[in-house]
């Protein structure tokens, strides 16, 4: 096997020694990569990892003329401080917000401050579409299912004033991509995809509905275009149909939904301080847990992992749910003779979790406080000392490269008159230093940073 296929997929062997050995604190250290500073790309706004390749996504704001820039290294194994730049991809001058890669990495989707949405085609490089979405500041959800469904909504997490109450859907195999405008009498707060043609959304008054979409209407955006179905022409209904409504223990937010595709079951967070859990064939919550704080984010764990790390736990899917008091908890709903387990080290609102692809971490960020990597064998915290954060609200993009071994996240400064004039970034990198030498470490800066990466090596490099 070539060196590029080992770097892909970490293997079990390196997994079980990394683990076995004493664990020691500060694994993960912070380098720097010299190229985009050298070129004097500074404002560094949001970055995304490529879902298999060895690719970062690394969007600029209008301080550097506003693009995409992207960094490819040879494989997953090769320091990041050597990735070499790619491609840059134009945009207009529009300053960053948000990045996200399709399901198998064809497709790069870029959101902008002024709300302006682009697509690329990877590794080609063509533009796709330039559209507008009606608010600033929107959010990106690739759909799981289909490499070529996006949805956008308005991200009122920011303290920007924005319409939140219209989700748009493209199809970017379409020449006019914009499928479906969907208006609502509440604010969009979140969505996750349950299937092809079928999401989740949660609102800012805690109702949560199971929405399906006309399969036609997702393959025309033509208004009034009827359809060939059993011979017969048929008129291609554009609305979603709302399969099931689901209302929070009390008025609140809901945060964040997350589906479990294995389960077949939809878990959620809000405001009112509840984690729950729906089921399509039931109107009530079918599990419920209380943490008597704001909820923020939250994500279902990945195969093969333990909540518990007792080594008769059993493996059984769990919830991970960052708190506003810095809390994350760790609840099986399946499990009901399993306690819910509370990791402490954050002391601020927890704004992100984020599995690692291979399973053996979990990220969280917390708001104008710290990063973490924790690890999932035994919950201790990787990073040792704790990464400042600057001063900010906007989303915190967590973002795990392919073979586990990177991590980008990044925030930004208060929106004030003198945002795009003060706020300058350097971009790093966390390397943990697993029993060998550490390569191109650093001092954190005392600048404010809105790009961090970390990353771990092992002895053997694989």
Same mark, same amino acid.
């Given at each position: 096997?070539?060196?590029?296929?080992?770097?892909?997929?970490?293997?079990?062997?390196?997994?079980?020694?990394?683990?076995?050995?004493?664990?020691?604190?500060?694994?993960?250290?912070?380098?720097?990569?010299?190229?985009?500073?050298?070129?004097?790309?500074?404002?560094?706004?949001?970055?995304?990892?490529?879902?298999?390749?060895?690719?970062?996504?690394?969007?600029?704001?209008?301080?550097?003329?506003?693009?995409?820039?992207?960094?490819?290294?040879?494989?997953?194994?090769?320091?990041?401080?050597?990735?070499?730049?790619?491609?840059?991809?134009?945009?207009?001058?529009?300053?960053?917000?948000?990045?996200?890669?399709?399901?198998?990495?064809?497709?790069?989707?870029?959101?902008?401050?002024?709300?302006?949405?682009?697509?690329?085609?990877?590794?080609?490089?063509?533009?796709?579409?330039?559209?507008?979405?009606?608010?600033?500041?929107?959010?990106?959800?690739?759909?799981?299912?289909?490499?070529?469904?996006?949805?956008?909504?308005?991200?009122?997490?920011?303290?920007?004033?924005?319409?939140?109450?219209?989700?748009?859907?493209?199809?970017?195999?379409?020449?006019?991509?914009?499928?479906?405008?969907?208006?609502?009498?509440?604010?969009?707060?979140?969505?996750?995809?349950?299937?092809?043609?079928?999401?989740?959304?949660?609102?800012?008054?805690?109702?949560?509905?199971? +929405?399906?979409?006309?399969?036609?209407?997702?393959?025309?955006?033509?208004?009034?275009?009827?359809?060939?179905?059993?011979?017969?022409?048929?008129?291609?209904?554009?609305?979603?149909?709302?399969?099931?409504?689901?209302?929070?223990?009390?008025?609140?937010?809901?945060?964040?939904?997350?589906?479990?595709?294995?389960?077949?079951?939809?878990?959620?967070?809000?405001?009112?301080?509840?984690?729950?859990?729906?089921?399509?064939?039931?109107?009530?919550?079918?599990?419920?847990?209380?943490?008597?704080?704001?909820?923020?984010?939250?994500?279902?764990?990945?195969?093969?992992?333990?909540?518990?790390?007792?080594?008769?736990?059993?493996?059984?899917?769990?919830?991970?749910?960052?708190?506003?008091?810095?809390?994350?908890?760790?609840?099986?709903?399946?499990?009901?003779?399993?306690?819910?387990?509370?990791?402490?080290?954050?002391?601020?609102?927890?704004?992100?979790?984020?599995?690692?692809?291979?399973?053996?971490?979990?990220?969280?960020?917390?708001?104008?406080?710290?990063?973490?990597?924790?690890?999932?064998?035994?919950?201790?915290?990787?990073?040792?000392?704790?990464?400042?954060?600057?001063?900010?609200?906007?989303?915190?993009?967590?973002?795990?490269?392919?073979?586990?071994?990177?991590?980008?996240?990044?925030?930004?400064?208060?929106?004030?008159?003198?945002?795009? +004039?003060?706020?300058?970034?350097?971009?790093?990198?966390?390397?943990?230093?697993?029993?060998?030498?550490?390569?191109?470490?650093?001092?954190?800066?005392?600048?404010?940073?809105?790009?961090?990466?970390?990353?771990?090596?092992?002895?053997?490099?694989?």
């Amino acid at each position: 096997m070539d060196e590029a296929q080992k770097s892909t997929s970490p293997s079990t062997t390196t997994t079980e020694h990394f683990f076995n050995d004493d664990l020691v604190k500060d694994l993960f250290k912070e380098v720097e990569h010299s190229q985009l500073e050298e070129r004097g790309w500074r404002n560094l706004r949001c970055a995304s990892f490529h879902p298999s390749d060895p690719v970062l996504a690394c969007g600029l704001m209008d301080g550097d003329d506003g693009r995409v820039v992207l960094l490819k290294g040879l494989n997953h194994s090769v320091p990041f401080s050597n990735w070499e730049i790619e491609r840059q991809l134009e945009c207009e001058k529009e300053s960053m917000y948000s990045l996200g890669w399709n399901l198998d990495g064809t497709q790069l989707a870029a959101s902008c401050w002024l709300g302006k949405i682009f697509v690329w085609r990877y590794p080609s490089g063509e533009l796709l579409f330039e559209k507008k979405h009606p608010s600033t500041h929107p959010k990106l959800y690739w759909n799981r299912f289909n490499r070529d469904i996006l949805a956008t909504l308005y991200d009122n997490g920011t303290k920007v004033v924005g319409n939140g109450k219209e989700l748009l859907i493209w199809n970017t195999a379409l020449k006019n991509p914009n499928t479906h405008n969907i208006a609502s009498e509440f604010d969009f707060c979140c969505i996750d995809w349950m299937s092809y043609n079928r999401f989740a959304c949660g609102y800012d008054n805690g109702t949560i509905e199971m +929405r399906h979409i006309n399969e036609e209407s997702m393959k025309n955006n033509q208004q009034g275009i009827t359809s060939i179905i059993f011979g017969k022409k048929q008129s291609i209904v554009r609305s979603t149909k709302v399969l099931k409504t689901f209302i929070h223990n009390f008025i609140g937010e809901v945060r964040c939904v997350a589906w479990n595709e294995i389960l077949k079951i939809l878990a959620s967070c809000s405001w009112d301080g509840w984690i729950q859990i729906w089921s399509k064939e039931s109107d009530s919550p079918i599990y419920s847990l209380e943490v008597k704080c704001d909820a923020f984010s939250l994500v279902w764990s990945p195969r093969g992992i333990r909540m518990d790390d007792r080594i008769e736990a059993p493996e059984i899917p769990f919830i991970a749910c960052g708190l506003r008091n810095g809390s994350i908890v760790l609840w099986s709903p399946l499990e009901s003779e399993m306690e819910p387990r509370y990791l402490e080290k954050h002391t601020s609102q927890v704004q992100q979790v984020l599995f690692s692809p291979d399973g053996m971490f979990l990220a969280s960020d917390a708001y104008l406080e710290k990063a973490i990597v924790w690890s999932t064998k035994n919950w201790e915290n990787l990073t040792g000392s704790t990464f400042s954060n600057p001063a900010g609200d906007f989303p915190y993009q967590l973002s795990w490269d392919a073979s586990s071994r990177k991590l980008a996240s990044q925030d930004l400064p208060d929106v004030g008159d003198d945002l795009f +004039r003060h706020s300058r970034v350097t971009t790093k990198l966390f390397t943990n230093h697993f029993k060998k030498r550490m390569t191109g470490v650093i001092n954190p800066s005392t600048v404010p940073l809105q790009l961090r990466l970390i990353s771990y090596v092992t002895e053997k490099g694989t």
